[in-house]
C-alpha cells in the first residue's frame, strides 16, 4: 500500500493549487481517504475527508478547498482556492480501508500514509 502526494508549490495569496495523491496496493473504493496538514511550529491538522459516501471539511477551509477522488486512476484531488497565507503546511494524504462512510477526522484513524508536499502562500 502507497499513496504519494504532489501539486505543491509557492503561490500568492488568493492563488489557487490542486493537490494530488497518487495510491498504489489497493483499490480506493473501499477506503476514506483525509488531507491533513502541519504548519511550522504546529501540529498536524485535519483538512477534508472523503468517506466514499460525503465528502467533509474543517472549517477553516469550508467553501473554499474541495476533495474529490478517481477510483478509476487510483486518484485523491485536493483543490484549494483563495488561498492564504495561513494556508502555509506541508500537506499529507491518508488512507483507510473503510466502507462505512464514517468521518474520519484523526490521524491514528487512517494507518496509510504518504509523503507530505509543501504549500506555501505569500506574495
Known amino acids: 500500500v502507497q499513496l504519494q502526494a504532489s501539486g505543491g508549490g509557492l503561490v500568492q495569496p488568493g492563488g489557487s493549487l490542486t493537490l494530488s495523491c497518487a495510491s498504489s496496493g489497493f483499490t480506493l473504493d473501499d477506503y476514506a481517504v483525509g488531507w491533513f496538514r502541519q504548519a511550522p511550529g504546529k501540529g498536524r491538522e485535519w483538512v477534508s475527508c472523503?468517506?466514499?459516501?460525503?465528502?467533509y471539511y474543517a472549517d477553516s477551509v469550508k467553501g473554499r478547498f474541495t476533495i474529490s477522488r478517481d477510483n478509476a486512476k487510483n486518484m485523491v484531488y485536493l483543490q484549494m482556492n483563495s488561498l492564504k497565507p495561513e494556508d502555509t503546511a506541508v500537506y499529507y494524504c491518508?488512507?483507510?480501508?473503510?466502507?462505512?462512510?464514517?468521518?474520519?477526522?484523526?490521524?491514528?484513524?487512517?494507518?496509510?500514509w504518504g509523503q507530505g508536499t509543501q504549500v506555501t502562500v505569500s506574495s
Open positions: 491518508a488512507a483507510r480501508y473503510d466502507v462505512t462512510g464514517t468521518l474520519r477526522i484523526h490521524q491514528y484513524e487512517y494507518p496509510e
Open positions: 472523503d468517506s466514499s459516501r460525503d465528502t
